[in-house]
T-cell receptor
């Protein structure tokens, strides 16, 4: 069965510093996708970044980058130059089998607080 | 503007009543999903639909029902059989060539 594990319930970071949010995954599939979503206090899930299992380079989107280590089954999110608006819950997710409609399997989330 | 709308944002119901949550998208996406989120937890899949007039159970479908009569709409009914209906419900959609799912703003349901 596929599983996502986020072991950091909460993290603090100083404004303008970089922070890494951890994510490990478990799957027996060779083809899979990994996602990070941000959930501010309003509740909406905001897509941040995607990494395919066959992508050789780590994904980057602006201040977000995904540190993909396939052998370790980890997909950590790195946020550079943290801003106060980055304070939110962050969820790592994996795309389930296409036979199950491409559903997303989520971790428990990490609450990030950015200090001024 | 293209997007997903969910209404209402907050919903209150008495125990034993069925309630229907609305989800509408104008992104022309084929696939739509319903997730449930409990406090301090990640999202869990309730139902999904990949095409009009077809839908499949997700991981926690018991006590819920859906319909997909139009491409744009995927309403979720929380029935009285759902033992713990109080939760935050999120609807999402995905285009055929997209990997990511786009989410609506969510509906917070409270049943007392």
């Amino acid at each position: 069965a596929q599983k996502i594990t986020q072991t950091q319930p909460g993290m603090f970071v100083q404004e303008k510093e970089a922070v890494t949010l951890d994510c490990t995954y478990d799957t027996s599939d060779q083809s899979y996708g990994l996602f990070w979503y941000k959930q501010p206090s309003s509740g909406e899930m905001i897509f941040l970044i995607y990494q395919g299992s066959y992508d050789e380079q780590n994904a980057t989107e602006g201040r977000y980058s995904l540190n993909f280590q396939k052998a370790r089954k980890s997909a950590n999110l790195v946020i550079s130059a943290s801003q106060l608006g980055d304070s939110a819950m962050y969820f790592c997710a994996m795309r389930g089998p296409w036979g199950q409609g491409g559903k997303l399997i989520f971790g428990q989330g990490t609450e990030l607080s950015v200090k001024p | 503007d293209g997007g997903i709308t969910q209404s209402p944002k907050y919903l209150f119901r008495k125990e034993g009543q069925n309630v229907t949550l609305s989800c509408e998208q104008n992104l022309n996406h084929d696939a739509m999903y319903w997730y449930r989120q409990d406090p301090g937890q990640g999202l869990r899949l309730i139902y999904y639909s990949q095409i009009v007039n077809d839908f499949q159970k997700g991981d926690i479908a018991e006590g819920y029902s859906v319909s997909r009569e139009k491409k744009e709409s995927f309403p979720l009914t929380v029935t009285s059989a759902q033992k713990n209906p109080t939760a935050f419900y999120l609807c999402a959609s995905r285009g055929g060539l997209d990997y990511e799912q786009y989410f609506g703003p969510g509906t917070r349901l409270t049943v007392t």
